[in-house]
T-cell receptor, first 114, second 114 residues
Framework: DAGVTQSPTHLIKTRGQQVTLRCSPK?????VSWYQQALGQGPQFIFQ???????QRGNFPDRFSGHQFPNYSSELNVNALLLGDSALYLC?????????????FGSGTRLTVV | AQSVTQPDIHITVSEGASLELRCNYS??????LFWYVQSPGQGLQLLLK??????LVQGIKGFEAEFKRSQSSFNLRKPSVHWSDAAEYFC????????????FGAGTQVVVTP
């Protein structure tokens, strides 16, 4: 049973560029959340998608946007990259109708902005 | 304000010794509680979760955690650590609602010595 799949695993971008990260949720999961984990810190919630709509958003600027597709996969887009956007980006999936299942996390995408 | 505190940034423990990681939270209502483990360069793996019922929760890899409502704590324990337990451990809380976001502590780095 495949878990949460994220791509790419590593990415290097230049300041000012745009980046797209991708996530395929665990089989049976329909809700996708994105987290940013800066070095030495705990993950910070970016936003959550269910039924192709953003349901909840954390304290991140509009440069961070997302999308969920009919097959439940999701993309995280970051525009006008800043050096401070360098982090591990984690995708987590869950069953929206049953939180008792908790979240399953992917291995993340390591983004380095130079 | 909601917060999760892991007082110990770094813990060193000998292989075979017991381990206890502390977690305190501040939350408006009784939240769902989680412990995750993260190995270097990896995503987050769920060790255990508490939703309701018995306040002593058993998890994977021989870990257990105890929820103490009066102390707003959810400490993680393991009777005898193995070298493979060296990792970073995160406590997280989430609301008992459908669109829950997880709020993480800053993490505790565990080093296991021979």
């Amino acid at each position: 049973d495949a878990g949460v799949t994220q791509s790419p695993t590593h990415l290097i971008k230049t300041r000012g560029q745009q980046v797209t990260l991708r996530c395929s949720p665990k089989s049976g999961h329909d809700t996708v959340s994105w987290y940013q984990q800066a070095l030495g810190q705990g993950p910070q919630f970016i936003f959550q998608y269910y039924e192709e709509e953003e349901r909840q958003r954390g304290n991140f600027p509009d440069r961070f946007s997302g999308h969920q597709f009919p097959n439940y996969s999701s993309e995280l887009n970051v525009n006008a990259l800043l050096l401070g956007d360098s982090a591990l980006y984690l995708c987590a999936s869950s069953r929206g109708i049953d939180f008792n299942y908790g979240y399953t996390f992917g291995s993340g995408t390591r983004l380095t902005v130079v | 304000a909601q917060s999760v505190t892991q007082p110990d940034i770094h813990i060193t423990v000998s292989e075979g010794a017991s381990l206890e990681l502390r977690c305190n939270y501040s939350y408006g209502a009784t939240p769902y509680l989680f412990w995750y483990v993260q190995s270097p360069g990896q995503g987050l793996q769920l060790l255990l979760k508490y939703f309701s019922g018995d306040t002593l929760v058993q998890g994977i890899k021989g870990f257990e955690a105890e929820f103490k409502r009066s102390q707003s704590s959810f400490n993680l324990r393991k009777p005898s650590v193995h070298w493979s337990d060296a990792a970073e451990y995160f406590c997280a809380v989430g609301p008992m609602i459908r669109w829950g976001k997880l709020q993480f502590g800053a993490g505790t780095q565990v080093v296991v010595t021979p």
